[in-house]
């Protein structure tokens, strides 16, 4: 296990996930702020939302980096199509399995049979996240493709 | 079982209705993700399934022949009487026949978050319960589902005990019943007879995730109906207002919140698409969307009767649903605040009384209109005004949606009304943005950074001198509907309630004089725009006249003489379509329209402010926040 390439690129990869995300939601391209998403679990404060969620998805992406490592080390070998292809298979668990369960692990969360009572809580995700636009499942597979070909690429590269 | 009965108080001689008679012979129940539409003679003629986007199920309102539709009514019923159970949105329907009566009650059963978490219950589900309360009566039961707005019929399995399930796309139904069924190749039958003290049950449920739930019938469904009852009970003894004209303000909040998307906190216009403006004519919309220049008469019912948890999600909807457009606006938008469909026609449905085309979809959302901007800036300004907060996220939104109007309040526009015949430079489309900007100002003076402050000022004052100038026009003595014109428009009495001008100027006045000479329906009633007779009345503008008579354009009995007229428009549920025919006081287009609800709500607000003696407009001062009702709302 190459621990060093797995802090130091595994933090990278999430820096370029999460820098990927915020740009499509800032360019228009989905509602989604992945910082606020998590970070509402934890506090209704809207700044403060996004600064826990910020690093819980730091934290986030370095412990799925780390099943990246297993998987290349499994392999015995890391590129970067490699690393393209399992973002792009946690993209696809991310969109049709995570998004729709995030209601029932998300504490301040409505579901899609939520009603009459008013909300207070943040809408549902849905299917593939399409709640929060069209779009939406294009940013995230794009992301994590980034996110795993960063990994692949670079995981074996000692500085 | 205990009876559920809620005697009504009114003789049982209203004569029973032709079928789909009219528009006005629907009640509407929900559960806040979608309505179904309940017919005088105990037919279920529109429900859409899981949402109210959703394609239709039973759409028989649209076509007898070819939408599918649920009937369950006695076969010589010779009268009926409906009502809901008092503070609910559970409908009973009571028919008299020779023989004995009988009651209906419908409902989409309800019940507290915490209690869903308890307790298993199916995803979407309509309860119907029919018992006799006199004597005995022959039951007919006709469910004919057609899915896809009756494109396709529907494979019926019996499965005995279970029920009847039916797969249509990636979801099924399932109908439950204590009746004997007999089933066709595509429809279910059943007629029984009924005694004195005896109950039937039908549960019709959805759910797109396998395995469905199929809950017991008997007391678990009769504790569902008291539960529903409950609930609704317990939140409509959640509003504030006391004032005037208290039943019908109740019921108008209660179809309000049928209109409401529970899990985002959009309100959508009407539950239904395509009922005609003028019978027989082509005037059809599909108004189950959100449309932002609803946002401001909106904010003002909901706040000014207490429901702050309503106004406040609806404001998360409009400042972050809308995120992907900012700073520019659509029209209209769906549930979760996505683009419109492209409006297409259904062209296998007749219409309702052969009104076509039945259309899905709406064109509008391709449209410019400049008002929305001051809709929801003003929505948010009165939000704020009672106490509310906006975070940074939309603060910015509004700031941007402001220097969106800074740049564009001088362009033609669609307006208000939406007409497809081209742009045009709208007098109320001004008076919006002229709002925007003044309330931004006011949201300065509330203590907001404000950096732009200097060219909001200087727009505030531009538009203020072109609609003086422009929009005056000296020899009708009167404003006019666009820049330069010579017609008029109901949307000119708005000018007091939205600030620009005082109702009892002598320009108002003149110009009030002048609107009920041009655009008067007859009957008491107005058009909105014009007199040439393609549609009916437009419901919403005659509360904007008591509106305009309330804030000091007329007096008080002037404004509770027209409000006590208007009331009689209404059907006997206390509901409200969009428009009204003048000369026979029929309802018109979609059914029950959340519009005209906010304005019922609205105008008794004024009626009853001005009664109190309460300042002017109290909803945008800032001594507002100090209102007592909102506050107690709040706590």
Known sequence: MNWQGWLLWGFVATLALTTMLSGSQALGFTRINIPYFLGTAFTPDR?????????????????????YAFIFESWGHANWWLGGLLGAAQAAFVLIVGMPLMPSFHPHMATEQHGPTASRDLEPPGFMALNYGVQTPVSIFIAHILFGIILGAFYHVHL | MASLIYAPDDPLN?????????????????????????????????????????????????DRGCGGYWRIAPTNAEGVIRKYVPDTNVLQTTFRCGSGTVILTDLMPVSSEEFKRTTRLPDHEIVRQIECSNGEAEIEMEFVPRAFYGLESV????????????????????????ATLNLNEASVHSHFHIRAGEVFQFSFSYTEEAPALLNPLGDFVHDGIERSIAFWREWTSRATYEGPYREAVVRSVLALKLLTFAPSGAIIAAPTTSLPELIGGSLNWDYRYCWLRDASLTIRALLGLGYWDEASDFMEWMLHTTWLTQPELQTLYTLYGRRALAERELKHLSGFKNSSPVRIGNLARDQLQLDIYGEVIDAAAQYVFHGGTLDA???KALLGFGKYVVKNWSLPDEGIWEPRSGRSKHTHSRLLCWTAMDRLLNLRDHGWNLSEAASFSDTRKQIQEEIHSLAWNSSLQS????????????????FAWYGFEKSDSPRMQSTYARLRDQLDAGNGLLYRYRKDHSEGAFALCSFWEVEFLALGGGTQQAAESLFDHLLSFQNDLGLYAEEIDPVNGNALGNFPQAFT????????????????????????????????AVQGAKA
């Open chain 2, 479 to 494: 404003y006019t509907s666009v820049l330069g014109g010579d017609q008029l428009d109901a949307c000119l009495l708005l």
């Open chain 2, 155 to 178: 494979a019926i399995r019996d499965l005995g005990k279970l029920g009847i399930r039916m797969k249509v796309g990636k979801g099924v139904y399932w109908l439950r019943t204590n």
């Open chain 2, 597 to 628: 609800h906010v304005g019922v709500i609205s105008a008794a607000l004024s009626i009853a402010d001005r009664a109190k003696g309460a300042e002017t407009l109290p909803h945008r001062q800032e001594k507002a926040s100090s209102h007592s």
């Open chain 2, 14 to 62: 209203a004569p029973m209705p032709a079928k789909c008679a009219k528009i006005q012979d629907y009640g509407i129940i929900g559960d806040c993700r979608s309505a179904a539409l309940v017919s005088r003679e105990g037919s279920i003629d529109w429900l859409c399934w899981p949402k109210f986007d959703s394609p239709a199920i039973f759409c028989a309102i649209l």
């Open chain 2, 393 to 395: 996220g939309m603060q």
């Open chain 1, 47 to 67: 700044r403060r939302a996004k600064l826990y969620g910020f690093f819980l998805h730091m934290a986030n992406g370095w412990l799925f980096a780390v099943v």
